[in-house]
């Protein structure tokens, strides 16, 4: 089958499309005849392998899984021995290693069937992105119906899926984007659109009780001006800081909630069936 590989960090040059084996599921995998799969920035730091804090997992040197994309959307070809849910034909998404390729292995775990209502073009567009927002939302930043909740980055990836899911929560939500995207925005739910070419959220006079940053391009000095006594604030997918940048701001989310009520996080979202499934 062909596939994209990445045998070394850097640009987009280091990948090749190359023949290889025909991936096998695991007891607990299911082998997925991928139909479509995207693009999203944790391909961009796998691929840079950067922050350099991403080679401690990924290799030091060199990809130690050459394997590429993560996202996917596809038919079950064949299940493990072991797998109980999915059968082949069964039409899915999900995440797994290796999107990137004609055919694909993910655990049972992390996929789930596709709606009958979207294109697998479209499911293929949901799982880290989405993950991302709920889980920052809900599972760190505890968010209430009526909170008041500011997302910086609202026209990324996560940052749209993070709209929609706050406002399903009952949140009153207000956006930071660039200009071109304000109409966006506000389109998908904000009750409130920021354009930061015109405005600094950070210098405004309103304040939030979650702060869901997907940028990272205010200090935590300057994002606590806006927040409640008992705000939290959830940093996800700050694609420009560095490895001492990444310390500095784990030093000052250890240290700040010895003096202060407001909370500060930072996660990596984790693959999970449950996140995907639409209520019963």
Same mark, same amino acid.
């Given at each position: 089958?062909?596939?994209? @590989?990445?045998?070394?960090?850097?640009?987009?040059?280091?990948?090749?499309?190359?023949?290889?084996?025909?991936?096998?599921?695991?007891?607990?995998?299911?082998?997925?005849?991928?139909?479509?799969?995207?693009?999203?920035?944790?391909?961009?730091?796998?691929?840079?392998?950067?922050?350099?804090?991403?080679?401690?997992?990924?290799?030091?040197?060199?990809?130690?899984?050459?394997?590429?994309?993560?996202?996917?959307?596809?038919?079950?070809?064949? @299940?493990?021995?072991?797998?109980?849910?999915?059968?082949?034909?069964?039409?899915?998404?999900?995440?797994?290693?290796?999107? =990137?390729?004609?055919?694909?292995?993910?655990?049972?775990?992390?996929?789930?069937?596709?709606?009958?209502?979207?294109?697998?073009?479209?499911?293929?567009?949901?799982?880290?992105?989405?993950?991302?927002?709920?889980?920052?939302?809900?599972?760190?930043?505890?968010?209430?119906?009526?909170?008041?909740?500011?997302?910086?980055?609202?026209?990324?990836?996560?940052?749209?899926?993070?709209?929609?899911?706050?406002?399903?929560?009952?949140?009153?939500?207000?956006?930071?984007?660039?200009?071109?995207?304000?109409?966006?925005?506000?389109?998908?739910?904000?009750?409130?659109?920021?354009?930061?070419?015109?405005?600094? =959220?950070?210098?405004?006079?309103?304040?939030?009780?979650?702060?869901?940053?997907?940028?990272?391009?205010?200090?935590?000095?300057?994002?606590?001006? @806006?927040?409640?006594?008992?705000?939290?604030?959830?940093?996800?997918?700050?694609?420009?800081?560095?490895?001492?940048?990444? @310390?500095?701001?784990?030093?000052?989310?250890?240290?700040?909630?010895?003096?202060?009520?407001?909370?500060?996080?930072?996660?990596?979202?984790?693959?999970?069936?449950?996140?995907?499934?639409?209520?019963?």
């Amino acid at each position: 089958m062909k596939a994209i @590989v990445c045998r070394s960090y850097g640009s987009p040059d280091v990948l090749r499309c190359q023949e290889t084996e025909k991936p096998a599921p695991a007891d607990n995998e299911v082998l997925i005849r991928v139909r479509a799969a995207s693009v999203n920035p944790l391909d961009w730091h796998m691929m840079r392998g950067s922050p350099s804090i991403v080679r401690i997992v990924a290799g030091l040197r060199r990809p130690k899984d050459t394997r590429t994309g993560v996202d996917v959307a596809g038919q079950v070809e064949a @299940v493990g021995g072991k797998v109980t849910r999915f059968k082949p034909g069964d039409e899915v998404f999900g995440s797994c290693r290796g999107a =990137f390729a004609e055919y694909a292995c993910a655990p049972e775990s992390t996929v789930d069937m596709k709606p009958h209502n979207v294109t697998f073009e479209q499911a293929a567009s949901v799982p880290v992105a989405a993950f991302t927002a709920l889980q920052g939302l809900r599972d760190k930043g505890k968010i209430q119906p009526r909170h008041k909740v500011l997302i910086n980055g609202a026209a990324g990836g996560v940052g749209t899926f993070a709209v929609q899911i706050a406002k399903s929560f009952g949140a009153e939500v207000t956006g930071v984007c660039s200009t071109r995207n304000v109409d966006m925005v506000r389109s998908i739910g904000a009750d409130r659109v920021i354009d930061y070419t015109q405005e600094d =959220f950070t210098e405004g006079a309103l304040r939030y009780d979650l702060l869901f940053d997907c940028i990272g391009n205010h200090s935590l000095s300057a994002c606590r001006r @806006v927040m409640n006594p008992n705000a939290i604030h959830v940093a996800v997918g700050a694609s420009n800081v560095t490895s001492i940048g990444i @310390v500095a701001g784990m030093i000052g989310k250890l240290v700040l909630p010895r003096f202060v009520n407001q909370k500060f996080a930072g996660f990596i979202a984790s693959f999970q069936q449950r996140g995907l499934s639409r209520p019963a």
